[in-house]
């Protein structure tokens, strides 16, 4: 998702003409042109008739239903004016739209949850071993930088923990590279796997 932080426009670009019902500012105009329209989006997916006991037991039925067809440019739109959103309400063909994490709650059918375990131990550290030990397979390895761990390869993680992986990388944390598991990633595969709590309207709302 955007920053958090408003975007402040330009006294010198603030008189540029614009499509006042697509774009928010002429800067919101002037990402989409050079950032935004040809770059291709990560698609969402579902995962009905995939794991239901999982689901059920974290409360996800309506979160990881088969998403319906969208308009790609009007998403775009949707994301090069939310870096100028006013309290997590972004700007979109003239209505405004809120997309903070109580919002996204309510979308998905999803629970607010005060300190989630998933922040929680984002927040304050967790054993990265006992992450790999539990997604991966056996001898699966972190990848090390100079100075920290920084991801292993997808192809080590157990057969649920892949479809997770897929599911959460289009969803929650996106990213169109799937071949390697974040540290991000690895722990919110470890806290679903776990059964521990996630505000799921908190993860989308921070990325």
């Known amino acids: 998702m955007p920053p ?3 975007f402040k426009a330009t006294a010198s670009s603030s008189t540029t003409v614009f ?8 800067e919101a105009k002037e990402r989409y042109k050079q950032n935004v329209i040809h770059r291709n989006c990560i698609p969402e ?5 995939f794991l239901p006991d999982k689901i059920h037991s974290l409360g996800w039925e309506k979160f990881t239903e088969q998403p319906t067809a969208v308009s790609i440019p009007l998403v775009k739109e949707f994301y090069v004016n939310a870096n100028e959103h ?9 209505f405004w739209i809120k997309f903070g994490s109580f919002s996204i709650n309510r979308f998905y059918h999803t629970q607010d949850i005060p ?11 967790v054993d990265l071993d ?49 071949s390697e598991v974040t540290k991000e990633r690895a722990l919110l595969n470890f806290v679903i796997q776990k059964g521990y709590s996630i505000d799921v309207g908190r993860v989308i709302q921070c990325c």
């Open 4 to 6: 958090k932080k408003k």
């Open 19 to 26: 499509d006042r019902r697509r774009f928010i500012s002429p």
């Open 45 to 49: 997916r579902g995962l009905e008739n």
């Open 86 to 94: 006013e309290n997590f309400k972004v700007f979109v063909w003239a």
């Open 115 to 125: 300190n989630d375990d998933y922040s929680r131990l984002r927040d304050e550290g």
């Open 130 to 178: 006992e992450i790999i030990r539990t997604i991966a397979r056996l001898g699966a390895e972190w990848k090390r930088s100079a100075s920290d761990v920084t991801h292993f390869p997808s192809f080590g993680l157990i057969p649920n923990c892949k479809i997770w992986h897929h599911f959460t990388s289009s969803k929650l944390i996106p990213s169109s590279n799937t």
